[in-house]
């Protein structure tokens, strides 16, 4: 079987903490491919359109590394944020691997 598996570096679950709104959160997910296949990431989708998400183009070769990469717009989303990416690669498991982050944006001080 072409399958693989993942391993995330940090956590896959992040809390990145206070942000004013309008600023805009960059995270990043560090991974290995700790399997024996090329890992190949088909698709990151986030959980909303406020979130943008990069992925790799090529696959990761055994014992690589790489990054999901994503933008958080906190434009108009004050409160406590959690989001979620959903990468969806040739992972044994499952093919759904989530990623969640937490963010609190404060409202605008004028």
């Given at each position: 079987s072409q399958?693989?598996?993942i391993q995330w570096m940090d956590s896959a679950s992040r809390d990145f903490g206070k942000i004013t709104e309008g600023q805009k959160l960059e995270v990043?997910?560090?991974?290995k491919n700790n399997g024996n296949k090329p890992l190949v990431i088909q698709r990151v989708q986030p959980s909303c359109r406020?979130?943008?998400a990069e992925?790799?183009?090529?696959?990761?070769?055994p014992?690589?590394?790489g990054r999901i990469k994503a933008s958080f717009n906190?434009?108009?989303?004050?409160?406590i944020n959690h989001k979620t990416l959903y990468v969806y690669a040739n992972t044994k498991a499952s093919r759904n691997n989530?990623?969640?982050f937490a963010v609190e944006v404060e409202k605008k001080k004028w």
């Open positions: 399958f693989t598996s990043s997910f560090r991974f406020c979130t943008i992925q790799p183009n090529e696959p990761i070769a014992g690589g590394e906190s434009e108009g989303h004050v409160g989530e990623l969640h």
